[in-house]
């Protein structure tokens, strides 16, 4: 078992930035591939963001790319989201997933283990 905790959700204008966490416990968190994913009332789960493992390979949605960014801290055990930019349309609660695979899955099926999510809201 995996357990997910998200953090850095909150309320924030229009063109500003947040930086969300998500702190694994559990198993060997440099054995997951990381992803991040967003739900907004009324819509299916998007996927945003995945990184491998050991972090070299990344990919983003249209939607967010060149705004946000993904990394991971093994030693920390903790994966992050840096949104820049943000924009009303980003308004959604954001989820945390683990996969334990060496390649990038980007679909929600494709994942695990999952955190209980954070809130983020964009004011226009």
């Known amino acids: 078992q995996v357990q997910l905790v998200e953090a850095g959700g909150g309320l924030v204008q229009a063109g500003g930035s947040l930086r969300l966490s998500c702190v694994a416990s559990?198993?060997?968190?440099?054995?997951?591939?990381m992803g991040w994913f967003r739900q907004a009332p009324g819509k299916e789960r998007e996927f945003i963001a995945a990184?491998?493992?050991?972090?070299?390979?990344?990919y983003y949605s249209d939607s967010v790319k060149g705004r946000f960014t993904i990394s991971r801290d093994n030693a920390k055990n903790t994966v992050y989201l840096q949104m820049n930019s943000l924009n009303p349309d980003d308004t959604a609660v954001y989820y945390c997933?683990?996969?334990?695979?060496?390649?990038?899955?980007?679909?929600?099926?494709?994942?695990?283990?999952w955190g209980q999510g954070t809130q983020v809201t964009v004011s226009s």
């Open positions: 559990g198993r060997t968190f440099s054995n997951y591939a």
């Open positions: 997933a683990a996969d334990r695979s060496f390649m990038l899955p980007l679909r929600p099926q494709d994942y695990d283990y």
């Open positions: 990184l491998t493992w050991n972090g070299f390979t990344r």
